[in-house]
T-cell receptor
Framework: RKEVEQDPGPFNVPEGATVAFNCTYS??????FFWYRQDCRKEPKLLMS???SGNEDGRFTAQLNRASQYISLLIRDSKLSDSATYLC?????????????FGTGTRLQVTL | NAGVMQNPRHLVRRRGQEARLRCSPM?????VYWYRQLPEEGLKFMVY????????ESGMPKERFSAEFPKEGPSILRIQQVVRGDSAAYFC???????????????FGPGTRLTVL
């Protein structure tokens, strides 16, 4: 079983649609959680951190369910510029180490 | 405030040559991480360094790969005797000091795309 699993997509949605991505992680001791965005052939960019209580940043809402080891990202009112690959990322901390474990990403294509 | 800097952005090597990838962390960041992304795959952790110390190298291949982060200058990822399978994008990330219980976000550089002929 992969440490972080995501549906690879692609998700093809029209502008203005609401789209949701899900992610599961296998290590119950995981400490912190993030969504990154990666455009084609570019570096991952931090989209938002995910808090236990859930958090919202404009059109983006992230949720964390520790009991189910499940993370979600909701994008409302999709824009063409939202087209990218969305990476679910988990911080597996052991001692002083702080390495990130990435899912393979969910590809989103927003169309006119 | 400059972000994480990596150079070169593109590197072509023939099999058997050495590749040196450099990373300068964001100002004020003392922790550096290297990740590798093979074509059509997710990013994989390679190594985590602080100044003059390797903290976690659990993701590094046992042979040919080494990393350092000297007291002065950038972090270096060195690949000796490259093979075609080393062709990938190598990303460096940095973070400020680790805070227990904190989010400890990492910020990525633009990557070095290594092509081995």
């Amino acid at each position: 079983r992969k440490e972080v699993e995501q549906d690879p997509g692609p998700f093809n949605v029209p502008e203005g649609a609401t789209v949701a991505f899900n992610c599961t992680y296998s290590n119950s001791a995981s400490q912190s959680f993030f969504w990154y965005r990666q455009d084609c052939r570019k570096e991952p960019k931090l989209l938002m951190s995910v808090y236990s209580s859930g958090n919202e940043d404009g059109r983006f809402t992230a949720q964390l369910n520790r009991a189910s080891q499940y993370i979600s990202l909701l994008i409302r009112d999709s824009k063409l510029s939202d087209s990218a690959t969305y990476l679910c990322v988990v911080n597996l901390r052991a001692g002083t180490a702080s390495k990130l474990t990435f899912g393979t990403g969910t590809r989103l294509q927003v169309t006119l | 405030n400059a972000g994480v800097m990596q150079n070169p952005r593109h590197l072509v090597r023939r099999r058997g040559q050495e590749a040196r990838l450099r990373c300068s962390p964001m100002k004020g960041h003392s922790h550096v991480y290297w990740y590798r992304q093979l074509p059509e795959e997710g990013l994989k952790f390679m190594v985590y360094l602080q100044k003059e110390n390797i903290i976690d190298e659990s993701g590094m291949p046992k042979e040919r790969f080494s990393a350092e982060f000297p007291k002065e200058g950038p972090s270096i990822l060195r690949i000796q005797q490259v093979v075609r399978g080393d062709s990938a994008a190598y990303f460096c990330a940095s973070s400020p000091r680790i805070v227990a219980g904190g989010l400890n976000e990492q910020f990525f550089g633009p990557g070095t795309r290594l092509t081995v002929l």
